[in-house]
Nanobody
C-alpha cells in the first residue's frame, strides 16, 4: 500500500505563490500516476493536475500551476503562482498503481484577497 506525505500548504495573499510537495513510499508496484486534486468548502473534489503518460491540467490551473514529478524519488510537486482567493481549498496528493489508488491527508491552501 502506498503512503503519501504532503507538505507546503499555507496562507498567502492574492497574487502570491506556494509550492506543494508529496512523497510516496511503501509501494511494491510501479506508480503510474501522481497528481493533485483539491476540494473547496461545499464543493466536490476536483482535479488540479496529474502526470500519467502525459500531463493534464485543469483549465483553472493552466498557465499558473506547474506539476513535476521525480520518478526516482517518488515525489510530485505543484508550483502554484498567481494564486487567487478561488484557489482556496484543501489540496490532496494522489497516487495510483496498477492495483490501488491512494490519497494523501490533504494540505490547506488559503489565499486572502
Amino acid at each position: 500500500q502506498v503512503q503519501l506525505v504532503e507538505s507546503g500548504g499555507g496562507l498567502v495573499q492574492a497574487g502570491g505563490s506556494l509550492r506543494l510537495s508529496c512523497a510516496a513510499s511503501g509501494s511494491g508496484f510501479s506508480i503510474n500516476a501522481m497528481g493533485w486534486y483539491r476540494q473547496a468548502p461545499g464543493k466536490e473534489r476536483e482535479l488540479v493536475a496529474i502526470i500519467t503518460v502525459r500531463t493534464t491540467y485543469a483549465n483553472s490551473a493552466k498557465g499558473r500551476f506547474t506539476i513535476s514529478r521525480d520518478i526516482a524519488k517518488n515525489t510530485v510537486t505543484l508550483q502554484m503562482n498567481s494564486l487567487q482567493p478561488e484557489d482556496t481549498a484543501v489540496y490532496y496528493c494522489y497516487a495510483r498503481t496498477a492495483y490501488s489508488s491512494t490519497w494523501g491527508q490533504g494540505t490547506q491552501v488559503t489565499v486572502s484577497s
